[in-house]
């Protein structure tokens, strides 16, 4: 293990599936605690609670499964780690217009939800560095050479980005009088993914009883930017799971019948990489 990520692996790899966690990490260094001017519920709410939990079972069903132990409100594996912010690190020059940096949402982030800031001020260019160093770059190493293996045993690889979304983000952006979604795939509008893997996937939260969206309101962020290559048989799917499903929010602690959701989680992903063999995945 590291300290940058927690690496769950079976026994043996019998599926062309990874597993990814990058926002689900929970180890608060009191270091960032006394930077922070906000408490720690408040810090804890950008946070996927719990998400590593509800896919701990991917490595009983044959894939990997990688989970972060930052948290993504000390730093954010899921954006470049040239996505430096300006306005909260020290020496950083102005750059291009990036709207995830002009919303405090870098690869060090200057907010947590509802725009709250963090800090009371700016930090040093040198603790964005450190923390780089020994989180971003580990973790995305280690993502790497995962994708590299599975690649290479089985001509193919699925990366399954997992995360969740705050309810009132759904209700923001769905259609009026529409049904909301319990589950959002991302695929970048089919540059991340091929359409019959995003396919697969959907039927199998379908067929869990799961309301199914996509692209809308998330549709990836760097992970499935950078690592999704189709043509190549790369495949990136952001999965955006509704906290309301499984976590108090306002508390952000796991709801009484989170084992419950666990096991329909666990469900989908035996039919996720139990699928996968019949599932064409080249370019489309």
């Known amino acids: ?22 926002h689900s990490g929970r180890d608060y260094a009191s ?88 800090y009371s001020g700016r930090i040093t260019r040198a603790d964005a560095d450190d923390r780089l160093e020994r989180y971003w770059q580990p973790y995305h190493q280690q993502l790497r050479s995962l994708m590299r293996e599975t690649t290479k045993t089985f001509g193919e690889a699925v990366l399954i980005d997992c995360h969740s979304m705050p309810h009132d983000a759904i209700e923001g952006h769905s259609r009026i009088n529409g049904p909301l979604p319990d589950v959002v795939l991302g695929d970048r509008f089919g540059a991340s993914a091929g359409n019959s893997v995003v396919k697969m996937i959907e039927a199998a939260f379908v067929d869990a009883g799961l309301r199914v969206a996509r692209n809308a309101p998330f549709a990836g962020a760097y992970i499935a930017q950078a690592y999704g290559r189709p043509s ?53």
């Open 31 to 118: 270091t960032f605690k006394g930077q922070s001017r906000l408490n720690a519920l408040a810090l804890r709410s950008s946070e996927d609670a719990f998400v590593d939990l509800l896919f701990a079972d991917a490595p009983a069903h044959g894939a990997p499964l990688l989970a972060a132990s930052a948290p993504r409100a000390y730093l954010d594996l899921n954006r470049a780690q040239d996505e430096l912010d300006p306005a909260l690190i020290e020496n950083v020059p102005r750059s291009p217009h990036n709207p995830r940096i002009l919303a405090g949402l870098g690869v060090v982030p200057r907010v947590v939800s509802a725009g709250r800031h963090i």
């Open 232 to 284: 190549r048989g790369q495949h990136v799917v952001q999965v955006e799971i509704d906290r309301r499903l499984y976590l108090d929010e306002a508390r952000v602690e796991p709801r009484p019948d989170f084992a419950e959701f666990q096991r329909l989680i666990s469900g989908v992903i035996s039919r996720i990489t139990g699928a996968a063999e019949d599932i064409p995945m080249a370019a489309e």
């Open 1 to 22: 293990m590291s300290d940058a990520y927690n690496l769950y692996r079976p026994k043996v790899q019998s599926a062309s599936f990874v597993f990814s966690s990058p």
